[in-house]
């Protein structure tokens, strides 16, 4: 389901929106992985899969430098 968020009443200029900056630095640090930033795969399973993979691995890392900082 997409919402059009609407403009906070009596705002003026540019408003920063929570969850539009968490989706946009998603894809900023899928750029870092090299298989997905080019369109190569054959299938949109294939594509899929590996945009899975690559945000798996952003978890698996996220947790582990909670890990380490932990200890």
């Given at each position: 389901?997409?919402?059009?968020?609407?403009?906070?009443?009596?705002?003026?200029?540019?408003?920063?929106?929570?969850?539009?900056?968490?989706?946009?630095r998603?894809?900023?640090?899928?750029?870092?992985?090299?298989?997905?930033?080019?369109?190569?795969?054959?299938?949109?399973?294939?594509?899929?899969?590996?945009?899975?993979?690559?945000?798996?691995?952003?978890?698996?890392?996220?947790?582990?430098?909670?890990?380490?900082?932990?200890?």
């Amino acid at each position: 389901v997409f919402e059009c968020p609407s403009r906070p009443e009596g705002s003026k200029g540019f408003v920063v929106e929570a969850k539009r900056w968490v989706v946009e630095r998603n894809f900023a640090w899928m750029n870092f992985y090299r298989r997905i930033t080019k369109d190569l795969e054959r299938t949109i399973e294939n594509s899929a899969s590996f945009i899975l993979m690559a945000n798996i691995q952003m978890v698996l890392s996220s947790i582990q430098r909670n890990l380490d900082s932990n200890f």
